[in-house]
């Protein structure tokens, strides 16, 4: 495992309090509330970021939120432009550019947005940044999951230093969707209060500079985790949280007793509050350390929400000093929380914790050390190598697929999640590891998605915009996060560790294997089972290029190598994986590829090109794209890099040994 420390140079954040990291923290500790009317929809306040002027193109509003929380945290760590170069990017959201998607499925004539990777591509463009570019999205953990991934490019060597973003817009789509769960509060949220009836959306965006060494706040700890519970409701013992903050404050180091303040998930549903009371006073004790939340002041950032929190508990640390909950009256006297109520609370503490949670069971926790904690110094990553015992692909059809699963199942799982199934069982089938196996060891379940939900989305939107019929359906609603196909996973087969969705365009699918190769290799994760799925539909072919769509659908395991050999699996290859820009944002940069030793890449794309070795743009699986260089190399027995483009400027490598 890569255990360290990376230190937190920079913050911004972009939220219903105002513009900078300023507004939000005089806002927060004063216990403002920043919500105001919706916008038209259901009648539930929101957090809308206020706007010094109206925004020109709203559907261009994310990238608007994130540039200016990116910009704020990059003035305050002060990076030159050349720092800026091999700086690594690692974006967080729950739905992208949505407002330009619907716009498109609405107006054919409307410039198309391309799927939920768009952003990071355009951001790192716009401020310098040429290193690794990832697209982070599992529900409204996504911000805390972008940053542990971010903090572990910089252990592993994989990135000098990162930024990291979590945002995501307001859209009517999103609030009805929680409408159509009675997930909103009518009086606007307020979380762990007795009479708390719900959340409020909100938008925004947070951002962090992680670097190593020393710092006033390092990032010293993360743990994820899956509930294996529910779709879109929280396991009631919160034992899912409760991994995560076990995982994180081992991986920190932290004496538990020594924590002293924690910035909760905090959405103010009855069952998320209690979820939290449950793991956070198994872990530090009924009432063991002041907690706080931030989603009564500005809403729930849902991408952001997670990175909020951890921006939020560096400032506390910073100031020695934890805000109320904005909206609270009364706490919940049946919640074994020491919440912070009325006037902000002065704490003498070396660490503190946040955490997040979201849709698909999933978990994260993150352990920061402030300026009273004693210094920490990374380990080096571990050395072992992962090795590939399962790779297939099949196609992406759902009358051909459809039939592996039972016939309820299958009815009730929209097409991403029914071909991840149906893939992740066959791999689990060719690679001989029984579910149970491999949910006994720590494992990973890693997506890769250029599109991501692109058809659910379509779906709800003509539910929820219909003039006549029925209200906006729930159930469709909850198949409108990418994360959802991992929760579906592992529910059916009780897989409890950590889920993570990249995004990457069109070498999403080599993303993924990529990362998860690494996660294996540094100790993190002893197997990890991965999939690649892209779905086609008329939803995705407006996104795309002129000319046929198709879908992608591949699955691979990867297992430490003395696991896999005590076993004896079968073995396909050793895997390593790289991931970088394959076109600098900086005009005559250096090109910054190279392997995971060092040395440049041989035969690597061009700068520019996109994605050559796997046939014409237009006509190529988008998320499973760059796999099938991969598959020819596997079937014909060749050692050798992988490589595969694409026009956005992700360079993904792959290099396999026999």
């Not at 921006?311 to 074994?336: F, H, I, K, N, Y």
């Not at 926790?365 to 380990?379: F, I, Q, R, S």
């Not at 939900?453 to 996060?481: Q, V």
Request: with cysteine.
């Amino acid at each position: 495992m890569v255990r360290g420390a990376v230190a937190i140079t920079g913050m911004g954040a972009v939220t219903a309090l105002g513009w900078g990291v300023d507004a939000l923290v005089s806002g927060l500790w004063a216990g403002r509330v920043g919500l105001v009317p919706a916008p038209g929809g259901p009648a539930a306040p929101v957090g809308l970021v206020p706007d010094p002027e109206p925004c020109p193109m709203p559907e261009a509003r994310a990238l608007v939120l994130a540039r200016a929380a990116a910009q704020e945290a990059l003035r305050a760590a002060g990076w030159s432009p050349e720092a800026r170069v091999e700086a690594a990017l690692v974006l967080a959201t729950t739905k992208g550019p949505l407002a330009a998607i619907l716009r498109r499925l609405h107006d054919r004539e409307a410039p198309s947005p391309g799927g939920i990777s768009a952003l990071a591509p355009a951001l790192a463009a716009e401020l310098g940044l040429a290193g690794p570019t990832l697209t982070v999205s599992v529900a409204c953990a996504s911000g805390l999951s972008a940053a542990g991934l971010a903090r572990q490019l910089i252990l592993r060597g994989d990135a000098p230093r990162a930024l990291v973003v979590g945002v995501d817009a307001f859209t009517s789509f999103v609030h009805r969707g929680f409408d159509s769960l009675r997930a909103l509060d009518p009086a606007g949220a307020r979380p762990f209060d007795v009479t708390r009836a719900g959340l409020s959306v909100g938008e925004g965006a947070a951002a962090v500079t992680l670097e190593p060494g020393s710092g006033p706040v390092r990032f010293v700890g993360y743990g994820a985790s899956n509930d294996a519970n529910h779709i879109t409701g929280p396991a009631r013992d919160g034992a899912g949280l409760f991994a995560a903050l076990d995982a994180a404050l081992e991986e920190a180091g932290a004496p538990r007793e020594a924590v002293g303040l924690a910035v909760l998930h905090g959405t103010g549903t009855r069952y998320n509050d209690a979820m939290e009371g449950e793991a956070y006073a198994r872990r530090f004790g009924p009432r063991g350390l002041p907690v706080t939340s931030v989603k009564g002041a500005v809403g729930h950032l849902m991408g952001g929400a997670g990175l909020l929190n951890l921006v939020v508990a560096a400032q506390a640390l910073l100031r020695q000093s934890c805000p109320p909950v904005a909206g609270l009256t009364e706490v919940d006297p049946a919640l074994p929380l020491d919440v912070v109520v009325g006037a902000a609370r002065s704490v003498s503490t070396g660490w503190g914790v946040s955490s997040a949670s979201g849709f698909a069971g999933v978990n994260a926790a993150a352990v920061l050390a402030g300026p009273l904690a004693e210094g920490l110094d990374a380990a080096p990553p571990a050395s072992r190598r992962a090795v590939l015992t399962a790779a297939l692909r099949l196609p992406s059809d759902r009358a051909a697929l459809a039939p592996r699963l039972d016939a309820k199942t299958a009815r009730r799982l929209d097409d991403l999640c029914l071909f991840g199934l149906v893939a992740a069982d066959a791999a689990l089938v060719e690679a001989g590891l029984a579910p149970e196996v491999l949910g006994a060891l720590r494992h990973g379940l890693v997506l890769g998605t250029g599109w991501g939900c692109l058809e659910s989305d379509a779906a709800f939107e003509a539910t929820a915009t219909a003039a006549e019929g029925p209200p906006p359906n729930p159930r469709i609603f909850a198949y409108t996060l990418p994360n959802i196909v991992l929760g579906e996973l592992a529910i059916r087969h009780h897989l409890r560790g950590e889920n993570l969705v990249v995004s990457a365009g069109r070498v999403s699918g080599l993303a993924a294997l990529a990362e998860a190769a690494a996660r294996v290799e540094a100790g993190e994760w002893d197997a990890a089972l991965v999939l690649a799925v892209d779905v086609p539909g008329p939803a995705a072919a407006l996104m795309a290029a002129p000319g046929p769509v198709t879908g992608g659908v591949a699955a691979f395991v990867l297992e430490a190598e003395a696991h896999a050999a005590a076993r004896g699996a079968r073995r396909l290859g050793v895997v390593r994986g790289w991931l970088a820009s394959g076109r600098p944002a900086v005009p005559d940069a250096t090109d910054i590829r190279r392997s995971r030793s060092g040395r440049p890449l041989e035969g690597a794309p061009a700068q520019g090109a996109g994605g050559a070795s796997d046939g014409p743009p237009e006509r190529s699986p988008v998320g499973a794209l760059g796999l099938d260089a991969l598959f020819a190399r596997l079937e014909a027995g060749e050692d050798g890099e992988v490589h595969a483009a694409c026009p956005t400027g992700y360079d993904v490598v792959l290099e396999v040994t026999r």
